[in-house]
T-cell receptor, first 113, second 118 residues
Framework: DAGITQSPRHKVTETGTPVTLRCHQT?????MYWYRQDPGHGLRLIHY???????DKGEVSDGYSVSRSKTEDFLLTLESATSSQTSVYFC????????????FGSGTQLSVL | AQKVTQAQTEISVVEKEDVTLDCVYE???????LFWYKQPPSGELVFLIR??????QNEISGRYSWNFQKSTSSFNFTITASQVVDSAVYFC???????????????FGSGTRLLVRP
């Protein structure tokens, strides 16, 4: 299995508070992704990174920011969490030029009350 | 912009029936990659297959087969003689370059929930 770890696995927070989710990989893969999964919407891309300090927006990037200061870590930040951001968040990594299969983390269940 | 459509939200079959999951994609790129992933009730995402746009050969892996047709922009997935363990959500995904100066990103369809009843 690919070495990819998400933390925390579960989090409950209140509306308006900042939240940071961490994705850590040990595969030295260039590409890292953050997706959210919601019923009826499947997996939607939030942000992705194609190298250290190289990031780009996905389909649903509003309200989220990311940072990648080193190859192994990709952070997803909700600056001011809202109830609509209650979701399961998956991190994924990919080798090659982003055209290879993704390896997924176990997911983070985030509840914003 | 790239897009993946899985029109079948949910499918229910009886064990041993064959079932086909549809996937239609949109992209302006000539080089792209198509994927299928499985998400069983336990929640993890499992890679099933990757296809590039230049390889239209159909593929079979045990009870699983995939039919890629560029003419209809479809990449359908068939399970032969379905089993209860096949019950899961199946996602089709597309990876393409949106712009010449961009990088690949993987976009998923909304998924098809397959329920195989004993």
């Amino acid at each position: 299995d690919a070495g990819i770890t998400q933390s925390p696995r579960h989090k409950v927070t209140e509306t308006g508070t900042p939240v940071t989710l961490r994705c850590h990989q040990t595969e030295n893969h260039r590409y890292m992704y953050w997706y959210r999964q919601d019923p009826g919407h499947g997996l939607r891309l939030i942000h992705y990174s194609y190298g250290v300090k190289d990031t780009d927006k996905g389909e649903v990037s509003d309200g989220y920011s990311v940072s990648r200061s080193k190859t192994e870590d990709f952070l997803l930040t909700l600056e001011s969490a809202t109830s609509s951001q209650t979701s399961v968040y998956f991190c994924a990594i990919s080798g090659g030029d982003g055209d290879e299969k993704l390896f997924f983390g176990s997911g983070t269940q985030l509840s914003v009350l | 912009a790239q897009k993946v459509t899985q029109a079948q939200t949910e499918i229910s079959v009886v064990e041993k029936e064959d079932v086909t999951l549809d996937c239609v994609y949109e992209t302006r790129d000539t080089t792209y990659y198509l994927f299928w992933y499985k998400q069983p009730p336990s929640g993890e995402l499992v890679f099933l297959i990757r296809r590039n746009s230049f390889d239209e050969q159909n593929e079979i892996s045990g009870r699983y087969s995939w039919n890629f047709q560029k003419s209809t922009s479809s990449f359908n997935f068939t399970i032969t003689a379905s089993q209860v363990v096949d019950s899961a959500v199946y996602f089709c995904a597309l990876s393409a370059l949106e712009r010449m100066d961009s990088s690949y990103k993987l976009i998923f369809g909304s998924g098809t929930r397959l329920l195989v009843r004993p």
